[in-house]
C-alpha cells in the first residue's frame, strides 16, 4: 500500500477517485507544526532558528498518518505546489521519522486530474528546501514583527492591539487615501452640451474649444455667456474620423485578477472568492488558483482552439496561439495561469458561487485564445460660428463590426461614447437646445477590495496566497471597516498607523516591504540564505523596539461623540459631572460607552443607523448590521418583533 498525504479531505476524495486501488489518500487539515502561540518561538542569537510545536489539535491525525506510514511501502506527499505546501510536506515528512528517505517522494501537480496526477506519479521528486526555508524565513520575519512590536501597542497606543508586517503597510494606504479625502476641496467647472440634428438623426455635441483654444470653464457667467452665443450659432459639421481599432482579447486570470473581477461583478470578498477556488481547485475543475503567472499549458491551448473552432467557428480562431506576460517584476513563469481543467466544461453544478466563479474562469481562458473585436471609432467635429467666435464641439461613438472574443459573452463590453448617425462633413445641423452643467472635481476614490488588491500587486507588496488573508485580516482587527464595498479607516487604524510612522517608519515604507518580498523570492531561488535576510532586517528593528519603548509617548485615541448624556451618569451625579455616550471599537466591533471609562462601566450596543432609509416592512429605522463572518446586511432597527433584513440596501 502506497499512503498519498494531501491537505484537505475534499482533495483527498479527489484523488481517491483517480488512484483507486493500491494507494491510501489521507488529509493532514492543513499545517501540522507550527511556532508556539504563548511565546516567540525564535531563537534570536541562534541564527533565528525557529523552535517547532505540534499544532494544537492535530495529535490525532499525527498518530494516524504514523501508523499508516509504518504499513506503507512509500509515502507520497501531495500537498500543493507553493511554498505553504512544500512546509506542509516538510513537517510531514519530519514527523513521520523522515530520516528514511528512500521511503518519502514528493510529487507536484498544477491541477487535480488523472493525467496531471499520473505523471506527478512518474516523476516523483524531493521537499523542495529552499522553498521551505522561503516559507520559514517569512513565518519566523511575521512572528518577531507581531510578537515583538504588539506588546509596545498595547502600552503605547491600546491593549489588545497587534501588528503585522504587511497588514500595517496595508492599513497605511487606507488611512493615506482617507487623509486625502478628507484634504480635498472641490473646484467648481462647468460643461456645455448641445443638442443638434439633422432630420430625423440626433447628435449630441460637447463643447470643447474656442477659436482653436481649449475651453476651461470655471463659473456660472462664462457658461451663461457661451449659452447664449451657441443659441444663436449655425452649426456645421466640420470632420467626420472614421478609423478601425482593434481590441485586443483579455488574459486569462491570475489570482489577483480574479479576485478583483469577483469583488468587481460578483460584490466578493477576496477571502470568498478564494474560498470558492479552492473548493474549485481540490474537486479538479481548474487548475492551481494561486498564480501570478499568465502562462497556459500548450496541451491546453491546443484543446481550447479546437473547441473554439468547433463552437464559435474558425472566423474566431487566431492564426496562431494568443500568448501573455504578466507586469509583474517577480511573476513566477513556470507556473499556469488559472484555468479549467476541461475546456468542453462551459458550466458546472456545484454552489452557486462556485458555478459563478467557475463560469467566469472558463470565459477568461476561451477569450484569450480569441481574435481580437474589431470596432468602428467614429470622432464627429462640429463647427458653431457667432459673431467673430467659431466654437469646436464633438462626439464621439463606437460600433461593433465583428466580436471577435466577445462572442464568448456580451457582459464583457465596454463600448465609449454615443451611436452616431451617419453624417458627412460640411451637413447643416438645427438647433435642439444648449445644456449647461455645474460640476465639481471629485475627491479620490475610497479603496474596495478589489482597487486595494490592484494597488498591493503594483507596489510588489505582499503575494497571490496572502492578498485575502491581508484584507481580512484588517478588518477582523477593526482596523478598518467596509461599508458598502469601500474601506474605511477606524479610529484605532489611523491611531496605529499614525505611531508606527513615527516609530518604526521602515518597517512602514512601502518600498522596504517590496524589497523585503523580493528578497524572501530569492531564498525560493537559493540566492540569499534566509537567516542573513533577517539578520540584516533585525539589526535596524530591534533598535528601533528599544527605542520606542523608552522614549515613546502614549497615543490617545479620539472617540466620536454621539451628543447623548450617560444614562448611568444622570442617574448618580450633577448635571456638571455626567459623562457623554461615545463610540468606541473593541475586539468584537464598535460599541457605546460612557467617556468617563473607567470610573464609569456603562456600556450598550451599537446600532449604526442608514440615513434616509425606512424599513419596508414597518416603517421603523434601517441599522447596519454583520454576520459572525463578519459580512455586512441590512436590518430592522424593531428586531425582533420585526423580522426585515436584506443583504441589499434599501430603497429610499
Known sequence: MKLVIVESPTKARTLQKFLGTGFKIEASMGHVRDLPKSKLGVDVANDFKPEYVLVKGKQKIVSRLRQLAKGASEVILATDQDREGEAIAFHIQHLLNGKQKHKFNRIVFHEITKEAIEAALKQPGQVGLKLVEAQQARRVLDRLVGYQLSPILWRKVRRGLSAGRVQSVAVRLIVEKEAEIEAFKPVEFWEITVELKKEADELTVKLVKINAKKINLETGEQAKQIETDLLKAKYRVDQVEVRPIKRGAL???????????????????????????????????????????????????????????TKFGPEYLPENPNYYKAKSKTSQGAHEAIRPTDVNKESIEVSQGGDKLYRLIWERMMMSQMKPAQVEKTV??????????????????????????????????????????????????????VKPEQKFTQPPLRYTEASLIKVLEEKGIGRPSTYAPIISTIQDRNYVEKKEQKLWPTVIGKAVTEFL??????????????????????????????????????????????????????????????????????????????????????????????????????????????????????????VIKKTKRGKQFYGCANYPKCKWASWNKPKS
Not at 269 to 298: C, P, V, W
Not at 407 to 422: D, I, N, R, T
Not at 592 to 607: G, R
Open 251 to 309: 488574459p486569462p486570470l491570475m489570482t489577483s485578477t480574479m479576485q478583483r473581477t469577483a469583488g468587481n461583478r460578483f460584490g466578493w470578498s477576496a477571502k470568498k472568492t478564494m474560498r470558492e477556488a479552492q473548493q474549485l481547485y481540490e474537486q479538479g475543475f481548474i487548475t492551481y488558483h494561486r498564480t501570478d503567472s499568465l502562462n497556459l499549458a500548450a496541451e491546453a491551448v491546443n484543446k481550447a482552439r479546437k473547441y473554439i473552432e
Open 380 to 433: 464627429i467635429t462640429v463647427k458653431a460660428e457667432v459673431n467673430d467666435k467659431i466654437y469646436g464641439l464633438t462626439a464621439q461613438g463606437e460600433r461593433l463590426k465583428f466580436d471577435g472574443w466577445l462572442k464568448v459573452s456580451p457582459k464583457w463590453q465596454l463600448f465609449k461614447g454615443q451611436e452616431l448617425p451617419k453624417l458627412s462633413q460640411n451637413d447643416n445641423l438645427e438647433l435642439v437646445g
Open 501 to 622: 510612522l513615527k516609530h518604526f517608519s521602515k518597517v512602514m515604507d512601502y518600498e522596504f516591504t517590496a524589497g523585503m518580498e523580493a528578497g524572501l523570492d530569492e531564498v525560493a531561488e537559493g540566492k540569499v540564505k534566509w537567516h542573513l535576510l533577517l539578520k540584516n532586517f533585525y539589526l535596524d528593528f530591534d533598535k528601533k523596539l528599544k527605542e520606542a519603548q523608552e522614549k515613546a509617548e502614549r497615543v490617545k485615541i479620539e472617540t466620536e461623540k454621539t451628543g447623548d448624556k450617560c444614562p448611568e451618569c444622570k442617574a448618580r451625579l450633577p448635571a456638571g459631572r455626567q459623562g457623554e455616550v461615545v463610540i468606541r471599537v473593541g475586539r468584537f466591533g464598535k460599541f457605546l460607552s460612557c467617556s468617563q471609562f473607567p470610573e464609569c462601566k456603562y456600556t450598550a450596543n451599537y446600532k449604526e443607523v442608514l440615513e434616509g432609509f425606512k424599513c419596508p416592512d414597518c416603517g421603523s429605522e434601517v
